[in-house]
């Protein structure tokens, strides 16, 4: 099993940074993918950036260049930088995690999941 943590959530103007990060802890030996999902009320979960056990990256079209994801596999910590923020990425955003070394597309392909931090941006 992995347990995850997010923090770093927070409410912040149009523009402004914000950088979340997760803790992994539990049994996190061996390749592991690792990933930043957001949803927000009535909508579909979605992939945001994730980051292979390879340290392939994918970043949704919505964040490319305004979003870095990045791991530090020594402290098993995950982080999402996230400049120029927009009020459309206002979302309760998770940390989740599957096996192997490379980064599904579906969401309900990843297997360990946080509880999720809110990230509000105002306009």
């Known amino acids: 099993q992995v347990q995850l943590v997010e923090s770093g959530g927070g409410s912040v103007q149009a523009g402004g940074s914000l950088r979340l990060s997760c803790a992994a802890s539990?049994?996190?030996?061996?390749?592991?993918?690792m990933g930043w999902f957001r949803q927000t009320p009535g909508k579909e979960r979605e992939r945001v950036a994730s980051?292979?056990?390879?340290?392939?990256?994918y970043y949704s079209d919505s964040v490319k260049g305004r979003f870095t994801i990045s791991r530090d596999n020594a402290k098993n910590t995950l982080y999402l930088q996230m400049n120029s923020l927009k009020p459309e990425d206002t979302a309760m955003y998770y940390c989740?995690?599957?096996?192997?070394?490379?980064?599904?597309?579906?969401?309900?392909?990843?297997?360990?999941w946080g509880q999720g931090t809110q990230v509000t941006v105002s306009s």
């Open positions: 989740a995690a599957v096996r192997g070394r490379y980064c599904p597309a579906r969401v309900h392909d990843y297997t360990y």
């Open positions: 539990g049994d996190t030996d061996g390749s592991i993918c």
């Open positions: 980051v292979s056990a390879l340290s392939s990256s």
